[in-house]
T-cell receptor
Framework: DAGVTQSPTHLIKTRGQQVTLRCSPK?????VSWYQQALGQGPQFIFQ???????QRGNFPDRFSGHQFPNYSSELNVNALLLGDSALYLC???????????????FGEGSRLTVL | QQQVKQSPQSLIVQKGGISIINCAYE??????FPWYQQFPGKGPALLIA?????SEKKEGRFTISFNKSAKQFSLHIMDSQPGDSATYFC????????????FGPGTRLSVLP
């Protein structure tokens, strides 16, 4: 049973560029969340997708957008990249049972973005 | 009010010793408190979690102690092993549609052989 998979694992961009990160959730999971983890810090919640809609959003600007596909996979897009966007971007999936989250998050290994 | 505080920032323990990491929160609406373990180059992995209706939960060498009135919870690692060397994050969330997790800043644990 594959866990949460993310691609690419590493990428380098320059300021002002745009980036798309991809995530496939764990089998049986329909909810996908994205987190940003700066070096030496804890993950920070960006947003969560369920039934192809953004269900909740953290304190991130509109430059950060996402999408969820019918197969539950998800993309994170960041426009107009800034140096401060350099971080590990983590995708996490969770199962939703009878409409309530179980509380468990399963993380992928992340996509390491470096903005020069 | 959304912040989760965590201490210490780093911890060095001898093999066989007890590692203790503490966290505190402000938002009384939080009702799920997990601990995540992260190795370098890997994503965080759920270690153990507790809900506020119990004061303690034990799984193997790992124990969460929860003090609802003080809004504090802690992770105890008994018989610490070099393989436990990792960064540990406490987190908190509110169980409902669209819950998100608030993570602490992390504790880097080193267990010396």
């Amino acid at each position: 049973d594959a866990g949460v998979t993310q691609s690419p694992t590493h990428l380098i961009k320059t300021r002002g560029q745009q980036v798309t990160l991809r995530c496939s959730p764990k089998s049986g999971h329909d909810t996908v969340s994205w987190y940003q983890q700066a070096l030496g810090q804890g993950p920070q919640f960006i947003f969560q997708y369920y039934e192809e809609e953004e269900r909740q959003r953290g304190n991130f600007p509109d430059r950060f957008s996402g999408h969820q596909f019918p197969n539950y996979s998800s993309e994170l897009n960041v426009n107009a990249l800034l140096l401060g966007d350099s971080a590990l971007y983590l995708c996490a999936s969770s199962p939703t049972r009878t409409g309530w989250d179980t509380g468990e998050l399963f993380f992928g290994e992340g996509s390491r973005l470096t903005v020069l | 009010q959304q912040q989760v505080k965590q201490s210490p920032q780093s911890l060095i323990v001898q093999k066989g010793g007890i590692s203790i990491i503490n966290c505190a929160y402000e938002n009384t609406a939080f009702d799920y408190f997990p601990w995540y373990q992260q190795f370098p180059g890997k994503g965080p992995a759920l270690l153990i979690a507790i809900r506020p209706d119990v004061s303690e939960k034990k799984e193997g060498r790992f124990t969460i102690s929860f003090n609802k009135s003080a809004k504090q919870f802690s992770l105890h690692i008994m018989d610490s092993q070099p393989g436990d060397s990792a960064t540990y994050f406490c987190a908190a969330s509110r169980g409902n549609y669209g819950q998100n997790f608030v993570f602490g800043p992390g504790t880097r644990l080193s267990v010396l052989p």
